[in-house]
């Protein structure tokens, strides 16, 4: 089994920054493919950011590309989010997920395809 911890969430203002941390335990997969997606009240749950275990590629939501950067530490078995210039939009609670292979073309945008997923942490952005 795998678990994921998520951490880092917070209340801040428009424009600050904040980074989240996922941090991965028990077994593990390699390759894969490490993402985050968000959930806002009375919202589908939404793709964020991924990356893959191997080469580093990583893949953006247009509503996040530029201000949000997704990074890995394999040795460490640590995801991270660095966000900047957050919105009142970006409010949401914020999940881990992993799947336990390279997610290319579109797949990697689907929650279907991620086995693994962490309890998620509260981001609120003010206004």
């Known amino acids: 089994q795998v678990q994921l911890v998520e951490s880092g969430g917070g209340l801040v203002q428009t424009g600050d920054s904040l980074t989240l941390s996922c941090t991965a335990s028990?077994?593990?997969?390699?390759?894969?493919?490490m993402a985050w997606f968000r959930q806002a009240p009375g919202k589908e749950r939404e793709f964020v950011a991924a990356?893959?275990?191997?080469?580093?590629?990583?893949f953006y939501a247009a509503s996040v590309e530029g201000r949000f950067t997704i990074s890995r530490d394999n040795a460490r078995n640590t995801l991270h989010l660095q966000m900047n210039n957050l919105k009142p939009a970006d409010t949401a609670v914020y999940f881990c997920?992993?799947?336990?292979?390279?997610?290319?073309?579109?797949?990697?945008?689907?929650?279907?395809?991620?086995?693994?997923w962490g309890q998620g942490t509260q981001v609120a952005v003010s206004s």
């Open positions: 997920a992993l799947a336990s292979r390279l997610l290319g073309g579109s797949l990697y945008s689907s929650r279907q395809w991620y086995a693994y």
């Open positions: 028990g077994r593990t997969f390699s390759p894969n493919t």
């Open positions: 990356i893959w275990s191997t080469s580093g590629t990583t």
